[in-house]
């Protein structure tokens, strides 16, 4: 049994002088296994990066407990993709050295901005770059 340390510090001081900080620092506790590699992410099609509730397998984990993808190209975005098992998906825009980070599956997906019924599971962690095939670098745990 691991525990993962997140270390996130933010701050800023505006031209007043005046300063904001926030400390988001924190742990995830309880990690077993863990995939750490980089990947090429075509602009040519929708790739596969993490697969989450499948046999254990390269890149397939049956949960996580986090899960950070950084784009590591200097130019081009990509088009990260959280999908559900019904098949529902939360696109988010990644860009150039920007990372994105979640901790645990859960994710609700609206159309029509109806009222809250429920979670469903993030089954699959895909991308697609913008114009030019970019690296990512993925850093994933699952529980014990």
Do not use: W
């Not at 992410?41 to 397998?57: D, E, F, N």
């Amino acid at each position: 049994m691991a525990t993962l340390t997140v270390d996130k510090q933010y701050g800023i001081t505006l031209g007043s002088g005046r300063q904001f900080s926030l400390n988001a620092s924190g742990a995830v506790n309880n990690v077993d296994e863990v995939i750490s590699r980089e990947a090429k992410v075509p602009s040519a099609s929708q790739v596969t990066l993490v697969l989450i509730g499948a046999l254990v397998a390269a890149g397939q984990m049956k949960d996580i407990k986090f899960c950070i993808i950084q784009n590591l190209d200097e130019t081009n975005f990509i088009r990260l993709r959280l999908e559900d098992t019904g098949g529902h998906t939360v696109d988010i825009k990644l860009l150039p050295g920007d990372a994105f980070d979640v901790y645990n599956t859960k994710i609700s997906v609206s159309e029509t901005g109806a009222a809250f019924s429920g979670f469903s599971d993030i089954d699959t962690v895909s991308a697609q770059a913008d114009t030019g095939d970019v690296n990512v670098a993925i850093f994933s745990g699952e529980p014990c």
